[in-house]
């Protein structure tokens, strides 16, 4: 399977997560993203130990630089994934959309403020669009978009983390949520109803790992062998398909106040695709 397509699978497994995790029914999400935590763990653990990792993790596990940016990335990612499981079990799949069609220029803009990294004009306006689809509802309602916000930016900074860890996908969520499982294991002990569970979702429970790495494993095999330019334009058909699911199989409404939103996040997506396009013709024009 050419690197592309397992890109594309990637993210439209992560795509159909929207319709995965109401499948938990009423269970409390919280517990949910504990459970997933845990899994997730044993899942990589498995993985890791099966392809020969072993020795990478001990040897991981002794460099306290980069256990510290592991221990950072686990705390932000269960932050980002205890928030997307609370806005899809609660109905709020639109605002998950809305988060990772902005992730990308919020994570252009913090390379700019942690690395120094420089942006360009357009780039500016595409994320000063964002910011106005953001307000949109704040203006109209007088409600901020929370969810959206906290899952964009919790990944974005996510990934600013992850440039400072040289661990491989796999190491990197083992050690990852290696870190946060107590955290996991002492609200599953001390604030969950673990003795309601139904026959139904203690079967579930152990795929949230595989849900969680399958898609992982694909994009950290696919990327190799895929441009980041295809990688980041197949990027956007996860939010799109999440939008249309959330509206068509799910039934929530999309309103006057979501076009308008939606619109000026989508003007600066495009203009932060254009701009993308545009240098990369400028760098191949110079080679």
Same mark, same amino acid.
């Given at each position: 399977?050419?690197?592309?397509?397992?890109?594309?699978?990637?993210?439209?497994?992560?795509?159909?997560?929207?319709?995965?995790?109401?499948?938990?029914?009423?269970?409390?999400?919280?517990?949910?993203?504990?459970?997933?935590?845990?899994?997730?763990?044993?899942?990589?653990?498995?993985?890791?130990?099966?392809?020969?990792?072993?020795?990478?993790?001990?040897?991981?596990?002794?460099?306290?630089?980069?256990?510290?940016?592991?221990?950072?990335?686990?705390?932000?990612?269960?932050?980002?994934?205890?928030?997307?499981?609370?806005?899809?079990?609660?109905?709020?799949?639109?605002? =998950?959309?809305?988060?990772? #069609?902005?992730? !990308?220029? %919020?994570?252009?803009? *913090? &390379?700019? +403020?942690?690395?120094? @990294?420089?942006?360009?004009?357009?780039?500016?306006?595409?994320?000063?669009?964002?910011?106005?689809?953001?307000?949109?509802?704040?203006?109209?309602?007088?409600?901020?978009?929370?969810?959206?916000?906290?899952?964009?930016?919790?990944?974005?900074?996510?990934?600013?983390?992850?440039?400072?860890?040289?661990?491989?996908?796999?190491?990197?969520?083992?050690?990852?949520?290696?870190?946060?499982?107590?955290?996991?294991?002492?609200?599953?002990?001390?604030?969950?109803?673990?003795?309601?569970?139904?026959?139904?979702?203690?079967?579930?429970?152990?795929?949230?790992?595989?849900?969680?790495?399958?898609?992982?494993?694909?994009?950290?095999?696919?990327?190799?062998?895929?441009?980041?330019?295809? =990688?980041?334009?197949?990027? #956007?058909?996860? !939010?799109? %398909?999440?939008?249309? *699911? &959330?509206? +068509?199989?799910?039934? @929530?409404?999309?309103?006057?106040?979501?076009?308008?939103?939606?619109?000026?996040?989508?003007?600066?997506?495009?203009?932060?695709?254009?701009?993308?396009?545009?240098?990369?013709?400028?760098?191949?024009?110079?080679?």
């Amino acid at each position: 399977m050419p690197g592309s397509l397992k890109v594309l699978a990637c993210y439209l497994m992560w795509a159909f997560l929207v319709l995965y995790w109401p499948l938990f029914g009423a269970m409390d999400p919280l517990a949910v993203l504990c459970f997933r935590i845990v899994f997730s763990m044993i899942f990589c653990l498995i993985i890791a130990l099966a392809t020969g990792h072993g020795p990478a993790l001990r040897a991981l596990m002794k460099d306290k630089r980069q256990m510290l940016f592991l221990f950072f990335a686990g705390i932000i990612i269960t932050v980002n994934w205890g928030s997307y499981i609370i806005a899809v079990m609660t109905g709020r799949v639109i605002d =998950a959309s809305l988060a990772y #069609y902005m992730c !990308p220029i %919020i994570t252009i803009v *913090l &390379g700019f +403020f942690i690395y120094n @990294e420089r942006l360009r004009p357009l780039q500016w306006v595409a994320f000063a669009l964002a910011v106005i689809g953001v307000t949109v509802p704040i203006i109209a309602y007088g409600q901020v978009p929370v969810f959206a916000i906290i899952i964009g930016t919790s990944f974005a900074v996510y990934s600013a983390v992850k440039k400072q860890v040289t661990a491989t996908a796999m190491e990197s969520i083992f050690m990852e949520t290696l870190l946060v499982t107590p955290l996991a294991l002492i609200y599953l002990l001390a604030f969950s109803h673990l003795g309601d569970l139904s026959s139904k979702e203690m079967l579930l429970i152990p795929t949230a790992g595989i849900a969680t790495t399958l898609p992982l494993l694909l994009f950290a095999v696919g990327i190799k062998d895929t441009s980041l330019s295809v =990688a980041g334009v197949l990027m #956007y058909v996860n !939010p799109t %398909i999440q939008l249309l *699911l &959330g509206v +068509f199989c799910l039934g @929530e409404e999309f309103t006057t106040t979501h076009a308008w939103m939606f619109a000026f996040v989508w003007a600066g997506v495009a203009l932060f695709l254009a701009d993308g396009f545009r240098e990369r013709k400028k760098t191949e024009h110079i080679e």
